[in-house]
């Protein structure tokens, strides 16, 4: 009897598999057919174009469907394939758009700067009032500015390096800093020590990482341990793949601890920066760090990035304030900071636009963006607890994700095959054209792709 048992299990898990491959069949015919000049695109490049992208979440069994879609043009919370297929677009170039693709105030900006002046050498006339619009904006003493999030925390750390005359800098795992060496590690799987989380980084460049767990009272005593070597605590406050974990008190405890011993608190609001609150993280946890790196939403679509510090920190990049017609001079110490792009017009004109704009609306455009997005992951939530589904939507502010355990990248493409862009990072975000119908939309293509994983065995 216990060997038909074991011959009947068998036989149903046979037929599963074998049911799952069929629908991964039907479907990725179906999803190819719709987006078949993608897919040659995505081909006919790889020879000479190094794509990251196109081969992202690559598996045996989805091998035909990875690829990236390739775009055509976008308007509002909307964009088109190559194909002529049009998405309601919830990733919104990774987080950058936060007021919708093409809105009129940024192309204006665009157009206008384009016309003027392109030139590097000389300075923009809008850097002085950019730089004094975000640290208003923020509560921040002095703004840098530079190309990209990774540049940005390279610089804080080299510079909380020189301030503090300390080598090391606590972290914390699950966290993500950009790509810089300096900050790709993890920790070792036997013992405290870090150790590089890919080849071709040297095990020197994480060495001096203390790396920690977020939420957890043990980094906080890890930290004061390790005080007097520490120049800096590097956090993102809102961890960009854990968006529930939301540790107002955790913050707070560790400004305290960081304060006291004189360690260099660096918030990373490359995701948070303006899209949760005008003061960004800062803002909403009521907490004060001592440098702050932004990017994404604050370029308005171009390559802007940037570090703001309170006090005088900044002084370690240019020497410090000085004046003409007195005995004044650049005379604090400094590390080294350089760019080609660095305050490029174009980036300062669009960061100009956006920050004149986010003033204009004040407050309650993120209030608002918050709203929508607690209203779509609500009605969401309350579909898959009354279908008993392993699947859940956290958010923060108007990032989104989805919850889930184990691998799903199927139910990802079937979202994009009915019409809902998603990105293989899986952050997904609001911007401000998403309105009713949007969310309306966004609401049924989940449930349809659900149903589908479903009628396919993937889902029970």
Request: aromatic letters at 8%; one cysteine or more.
């Amino acid at each position: 009897m216990v060997c038909h048992h074991l011959v009947r299990r068998h036989a149903q898990a046979v037929g599963h598999r074998i049911a799952r491959r069929v629908q991964i069949a039907a479907f990725s015919q179906a999803y190819v057919a719709r987006t078949a000049t993608s897919k040659r695109l995505a081909d006919e490049r790889r020879q000479r174009l190094a794509d990251v992208r196109a081969s992202a979440g690559f598996r045996p069994t989805l091998k035909e469907i990875v690829y990236p879609l390739t775009g055509n043009r976008a308007d509002g919370a909307r964009v088109w394939d190559v194909d002529g297929n049009e998405y309601i677009d919830i990733s919104m170039d990774f987080g950058v758009n936060i007021f919708g693709h093409g809105a009129p105030f940024l192309k204006a900006a665009l157009h206008e700067q384009a016309e003027n002046s392109l030139a590097l050498g000389t300075r923009s006339t809008l850097a002085g009032e950019v730089s004094t619009m975000l640290c208003e904006m923020t509560g921040m003493d002095r703004v840098l500015f530079c190309q990209s999030g990774s540049e940005s925390l390279m610089t804080a750390l080299r510079l909380a390096r020189l301030l503090r005359d300390r080598s090391r800098v606590a972290v914390f795992r699950k966290s993500y800093h950009g790509h810089f060496d300096g900050l790709l590690g993890d920790r070792s799987a036997i013992g405290d020590a870090t150790e590089p989380v890919a080849p071709g980084i040297l095990p020197n460049f994480v060495a001096d990482l203390l790396m920690l767990d977020y939420c957890d009272d043990a980094a906080l005593r890890a930290i004061e341990t390790n005080a007097d070597q520490l120049a800096a605590v590097l956090v993102e406050p809102i961890q960009s793949r854990v968006l529930d974990a939301q540790p107002r008190e955790f913050l707070h405890k560790l400004r305290e601890v960081t304060r006291r011993h004189g360690i260099l608190l660096i918030f990373d609001e490359m995701i948070t920066g303006f899209r949760c609150a005008p003061g960004g993280a800062q803002e909403v946890f009521g907490v004060e760090a001592d440098l702050v790196t932004y990017g994404k939403t604050i370029g308005g679509g171009v390559p802007m990035a940037a570090l703001a510090a309170r006090g005088s920190l900044l002084d370690g990049i240019d020497g410090g304030i000085w004046r003409f017609g007195d005995d004044s001079a650049p005379d604090a110490g400094t590390t080294f900071f350089a760019g080609t792009f660095n305050n490029h017009p174009l980036g300062l004109a669009m960061a100009h636009a956006v920050l004149k704009e986010l003033k204009q609306r004040g407050p309650a455009f993120q209030q608002s963006l918050t709203e929508r997005t607690r209203q779509l992951t609500e009605r969401l939530n309350q579909y898959f607890q009354a279908e008993k589904l392993p699947l859940s939507m956290i958010h923060f502010g108007s990032v989104f994700r989805f919850k889930h355990a184990g691998n799903l990248d199927l139910f990802y493409y079937h979202l994009l095959h009915r019409g809902l862009f998603v990105w293989e990072g899986r952050n997904c975000f609001l911007c401000d054209a998403h309105g009713q119908q949007e969310i309306d939309f966004i609401v049924d293509s989940v449930i349809d792709s659900v149903e589908a994983l479903r009628a396919g065995g993937y889902l029970p």
